[in-house]
């Protein structure tokens, strides 16, 4: 058996945070793209956050194993240098969690994931990564009415539990923080953090290859070829390898086995130029990542150098898997995200827009990811799913495929998250067109949100059908 994988084309040009990263490490450029056929134990296809923990945690658990990494472009190119840098716990979808994994194992999945965030920090610090990581927490906004309040069902679910990680803000404490009086209410999430997400990457590819990992980019693998030894094959080489893990985000949608569990979606964002004495103005300056609760999430966030950085989720998705150009330009959707951030900020109306940038989002029908082997060629094992929030769950993710593919049978690799996908989405073209359908009532009931008024009861039915936390 053989599997043709989608070519990866990267952006037009480089995210602000692969900017940034060019500028600390001139010479990432210089690389040895995959030639000729080797060996190896593990061959990771993918040079984002889920590829690279996965052979640092393999290495970890087996020092002497012979890892290669093959990336189709530069590690952190793809959306892992392309995100928001919210590090976030999964405190947000407890309900989610316990609904789906019983209570026990739901709590447990949160722990796990407040505690990575965490261990993303305490690994930075000991390994000399300078990742921009700050633990300064997350606000869950209001930025119009009927938005007001849509946390409290998790609030109370977390309150109920013992479990102090929210606390409720006063409106005038919500516009304190956020800098602006289109935030309504809100409240703030402890346990988050923030990184610039490329300088993230990078520094755990510097960790890897010091670690043994053979890491070959510019290498986008075309072929994956079943057997008892699977062969990964470039246009210069190839891989043989006893087990194979496939962590190619979105990519992996164009997989006839994974295509209905994962929707390849866009995640667009602008930049303005820096202007930190305009936050100080404002008052912006706890370095909080902001979501507000629509579900074509408006996502948000300052940098090291006085910018915004600001998202929207949810403005395309794609036909039969395929990582289109319409996904990965910025152009049309941009002048959109830069209307919103004007919305929101319109006393920074006169500070320019320097950069835009979108990426494809992985999203899973239930907005959690999933992990698991290919049902005819078992030796080759993936992750995916992780819908737009993938900077903790990766570790998380890495720390259950290292465990599978070196056939433990332990407490990562039996987790049920290690099970395949939980549920899927209709087929193309149904899926497409009343994807389309769905997310044009979204946006014109969300739009009318934010000008006060309410959508037709025609509208507000076809975007009822939207998943729950669509973004």
Not at 208 to 219: C, F, I, K, Q
Request: net charge neutral.
């Amino acid at each position: 058996m053989m599997t043709t994988l989608q070519p990866v084309a990267g952006p037009k040009r480089p995210s602000l945070w692969m900017e940034e990263a060019w500028q600390a490490e001139p010479g990432m450029g210089d690389v040895e793209p995959l030639a000729g056929e080797q060996r190896a134990d593990v061959c990771v296809v993918g040079g984002g956050y889920t590829g690279l923990w996965t052979a640092l945690w393999l290495k970890a658990l087996e020092p002497s194993l012979d890892v290669v990494l093959l990336e189709a472009g530069l590690c952190g190119s793809g959306a892992s240098g392309r995100n928001g840098g919210f590090a976030l716990s999964w405190w947000a979808k407890l309900p989610t969690l316990v609904a789906l994994y019983g209570e026990s194992e739901g709590l447990r999945l949160a722990r796990e994931a407040e505690a990575a965030v965490a261990e993303i920090g305490a690994f930075c610090c000991g390994e000399g990564i300078d990742a921009h990581f700050r633990e300064a927490g997350w606000l869950w906004t209001a930025t119009s009415p009927v938005q007001i309040g849509v946390w409290e069902a998790t609030v109370r679910a977390c309150e109920a539990r013992g479990i102090d990680v929210f606390e409720r803000l006063t409106p005038e404490e919500v516009v304190a923080r956020t800098g602006s009086p289109m935030h309504l209410a809100g409240v703030w999430e402890r346990s988050a953090a923030m990184v610039q997400p490329a300088l993230l990457a990078r520094g755990l590819r510097r960790v890897a290859a010091a670690r043994g990992v053979r890491v070959h980019e510019r290498s986008p693998v075309r072929r994956l070829e079943a057997g008892p030894m699977p062969v990964v094959r470039t246009a210069d080489g190839a891989v043989r390898a006893e087990q194979v893990v496939l962590a190619i985000n979105a990519w992996a949608a164009a997989l006839p086995e994974l295509r209905r569990a994962i929707l390849p979606m866009a995640s667009d964002m602008v930049a303005p130029a820096p202007a930190p004495e305009r936050l100080a103005e404002i008052g912006w300056a706890g370095g909080e990542s902001i979501s507000d609760a629509r579900m074509m999430v408006n996502y948000n966030r300052t940098t090291r150098d006085g910018r915004i950085a600001f998202g929207r989720g949810g403005e395309a998705h794609s036909y039969l898997g395929r990582v289109t150009p319409a996904l990965e330009s910025a152009d049309r959707r941009g002048t959109k995200t830069a209307r919103a951030l004007r919305r929101i900020y319109p006393m920074l109306h006169d500070v320019p827009i320097t950069h835009r940038r979108t990426g494809a989002v992985d999203r899973s029908e239930d907005n959690l990811p999933f992990f698991g082997r290919f049902r005819e060629n078992p030796k080759v094992l993936y992750g995916v799913g992780y819908s737009g929030n993938g900077v903790e769950p990766t570790l998380v993710g890495a720390k259950v495929l290292a465990s599978a593919a070196l056939e433990r049978r332990d407490e990562w690799a039996e987790r049920p998250l290690n099970r395949g996908p939980r549920s899927s989405f209709p087929p193309d073209p149904a899926r497409f067109f009343g994807g389309v359908l769905v997310r044009e009532a979204l946006r014109r009931k969300e739009s009318m949100e934010d000008a006060g008024r309410t959508s037709g009861s025609l509208v507000q039915a076809v975007a009822g059908l939207a998943p729950s936390g669509m973004h």
